[in-house]
């Protein structure tokens, strides 16, 4: 068995029956006509003889893309609890029971063993869906860091959570230190860094500004409890070296906050570094209780 049910789309607490579908395993399918560029819904379930509880598979998702959650156990009701909205239009939840799941937009067979199921990186599932991005702010011959200066980048989020997802270091020289800050004060001046987007078919705008060259009066709080980073190349002849953050190790950044990243040559010659950063805009997909 399985329904549809429209949720008006704005901050609150809005409450669905299903009665008459009751059964031990729901799937519940969030679809937007549009989705939000932000916002988080709360999901909770009417357990008959147990009252309300939250959906443990799906306490609180994000709303800008489409979700899917689970509930196990005898339900009667939904409550779905909407806070910091911002745009979209038209939520249905699809509620369905396990005979009649895969559900909506979901092919047959899924489930029993007659199709395959494809697992993918994050990092690709981003690129398809438009939400993968990078810049790079270089100095090259022509632009190098002279010995004992530095450069300064500013990164600003927006209405979205940002996921570094690969911070690379490209460079010649004989050493750098890397500094990075939360919350500067009086940043000025700077040039425009182009943002891009992986996905050349249908890209999804990007909500980081992003400068580099820039003069700041106060750097902030810094990252890492003041504990710098330091890259070491060659004191005799600089060699290309490059160093980059692990992989699943991204650094999680709010949204509306700005950052500061210092690079500053504490080598004896020039430096010429490349500094690419590629990241993920949107909220994470892991239940908050």
């Known amino acids: 068995m399985s329904s549809a049910h429209v949720v008006p789309l704005q901050n609150g607490e809005h409450v669905v029956d299903v009665f008459g579908q009751i059964d031990g395993y729901h799937v519940l399918t969030f679809v937007y006509g549009t989705l939000p560029t932000a916002g988080k819904i709360a999901v909770f379930a009417r357990y008959l003889g147990l009252g309300w509880a939250p959906v443990n598979e799906a306490a609180t998702l994000d709303m800008t893309s489409t979700k899917t959650a689970v509930a196990v156990g005898p339900v009667d009701a939904y409550r779905f609890v909407i ?8 939520l249905t939840v699809h509620v369905t029971d396990l005979a009649e799941w895969p559900g909506p937009g979901m092919p047959a067979g899924l489930f029993e063993g007659t199709r395959a ?57 004989e050493e750098l230190k890397i500094e990075l800050f939360r919350a500067p004060t009086g940043v000025t001046g700077g040039t425009d860094l182009s943002i891009h987007n992986y996905n050349g078919v249908s890209p999804v705008a990007t909500t ?19 504990d710098p980073e330091y890259f070491f190349g060659s004191s005799n002849a600089p060699q290309r070296q490059t160093s980059s953050i692990p992989q699943g190790r991204e650094r999680v950044l709010p949204a509306n906050t700005e950052f500061a990243v210092v690079i500053t040559n504490t080598g004896t010659g020039d430096a010429r570094v490349q500094y690419f950063l590629d990241w993920y805009e949107g909220g994470t997909d892991l239940p908050v209780n």
């Open 83 to 90: 806070s910091g909205l911002v745009d979209g239009a038209d």
């Open 117 to 173: 199921i494809t697992v993918q990186p994050y990092t690709e599932a981003n690129v398809k869906n438009g939400v993968q991005f990078n810049l790079r702010a270089v100095w090259p011959i022509g632009d190098v860091i002279p010995s004992l200066a530095s450069r300064k980048i500013w990164v600003k989020t927006n209405a979205k959570t940002v996921l570094v997802k690969l911070r690379e270091l490209q460079y010649l020289a």
């Open 208 to 226: 980081v500004q992003a400068k580099k060259n820039v003069t700041i009066a106060n750097n902030g709080v810094q990252f890492d409890n003041g």
